[in-house]
Nanobody
Framework: QVQLVESGGGLVQAGGSLRLSCVASGRTFKTWTMGWFRQAPGKEREFVAAINWSSTNTYYDASVKGRFTVSRDNAKNTVYLQMNSLKPEDTAVYYC????????????????????WGQGTQVTVSS
């Protein structure tokens, strides 16, 4: 069983920064792809960013590219999302998720391709 626990959310003014962290339990972390998704009120959960096990490949939604950076520390079983130049439209609950890359034909941006999810952390950006 894998447990994911996010932290680092909060209230920030537009243009500010936050760094989200997600700590994972279980031995699969080091070999699995990690993703960040977000869900705003009344909207579907959407892909934000993902990173493969070795950090050699990162992926971003166009809406955050250039402002957000995903990284991971396998020694600490932790994945991060550095969010800069935040905008009010970034307001959402942010979730981290993990996916087994072996035999996984789903796109890294598809929520259905992820096996485990955290409880989420609220990010609110005021204008």
């Amino acid at each position: 069983q894998v447990q994911l626990v996010e932290s680092g959310g909060g209230l920030v003014q537009a243009g500010g920064s936050l760094r989200l962290s997600c700590v994972a339990s279980g031995r699969t972390f080091k070999t699995w792809t990690m993703g960040w998704f977000r869900q705003a009120p009344g909207k579907e959960r959407e892909f934000v960013a993902a990173i493969n096990w070795s950090s050699t490949n990162t992926y971003y939604d166009a809406s955050v590219k250039g402002r957000f950076t995903v990284s991971r520390d396998n020694a600490k079983n932790t994945v991060y999302l550095q969010m800069n130049s935040l905008k009010p439209e970034d307001t959402a609950v942010y979730y981290c998720a993990s996916r087994n890359p072996i035999g996984n034909s789903r796109s890294y941006s598809a929520a259905g391709g992820y096996n485990y999810w955290g409880q989420g952390t609220q990010v609110t950006v005021s204008s």
